[in-house]
């Protein structure tokens, strides 16, 4: 029995929503998380009798054929990149994206990463680093004798160095746009790599048009609304419960008539 094999592809298909679903509840206070949706797909069709096939030798049409679909499929899993929310932190070198775009992150292998979590500190030679300690494009570094550090909307870093009053320019960080968002490819620990499907990355300086601004002592908060992964949730357990139904349903239908007599 077909039924069997499709309720089998639906029940996958919900174990996929689950999973996607538990992965945005446990990163619902992951800085900068973006929350993921399952999109699915209906598998190919079986013709027991074709749509506009002739019924006649008199050029009669079939104006409804007969298919049967055999199930669904994963499609794809996207990112929703709505903005999070704010939250202050009061730490100088926490830094938050109001808008588009990403911090470039060096990897140890030269590679260029890019993130929305703004969660920064000093390396040991003064170079702002991320909490993980690799380098945040493009590698300004914070006097040892710096007693404040000042980071603008646009970017501009300044520090007041001691025993001065006015304060110094060391750089100014920059932001990453891409034509797809939803193209990057995760890599764990807040981390995205550029892909064919991304495009190629734009630079630019914070605020300038087509680019967010960044907001110093704050950092951007998971986009994950647990009301709505709830209810999704239980939308999914009781869809996987109803496939888990056909299959029962079918299996009582094979067992009758294996019963005949």
Excluded: C, H, W
């Excluded at 206070?29 to 949706?37: D, P, V």
């Excluded at 001691?162 to 807040?190: C, E, R």
């Amino acid at each position: 029995m077909r039924s069997l094999d499709i309720a089998g592809t639906g029940m996958q298909a919900q174990q996929t929503n689950v999973e996607v679903i538990s992965n945005n509840i446990a990163n619902m206070t992951t800085t900068g998380f973006k929350r993921r949706r399952a999109e699915f797909q209906d598998l190919i069709y079986q013709n027991l009798r074709r749509v506009g096939a002739s019924s006649s030798d008199t050029g009669t049409i079939v104006p409804s054929g007969a298919q049967v679909g055999l199930g669904v499929r994963t499609a794809a899993i996207y990112r929703i990149g709505e903005q999070g929310n704010l939250q202050q932190t009061s730490n100088s070198l926490d830094v938050a994206i109001s808008g588009n775009g990403y911090f470039q992150v060096t990897l140890p292998s030269g590679e260029t990463a890019y993130t929305r979590d703004g969660t920064f500190g000093l390396a040991a030679d003064g170079t702002i680093v991320t909490a993980d300690g690799y380098t945040v494009q493009p590698g300004l570094t914070i006097p040892s004798n710096a007693t404040n550090v000042m980071i603008n909307a646009t970017g501009q870093v300044q520090v007041t160095l001691s025993g001065q009053t006015a304060p110094t320019t060391v750089g100014s960080l920059q932001l990453a746009v891409f034509p797809n968002d939803a193209g990057l490819d995760a890599q764990g620990q807040n981390l995205l790599l550029q892909t064919s499907a991304s495009g190629n990355p734009v630079t630019g300086a914070p605020a300038a048009p087509g680019f967010g601004s960044v907001m110093q002592g704050f950092v951007e908060t998971s986009n994950v609304n647990v009301v709505t992964e709830i209810t999704n949730l239980i939308t999914a357990q009781r869809a996987y419960e109803m496939n888990s139904r056909v299959i029962t349903t079918s299996d009582q239908m094979l067992s009758t008539l294996t019963n005949l007599r």
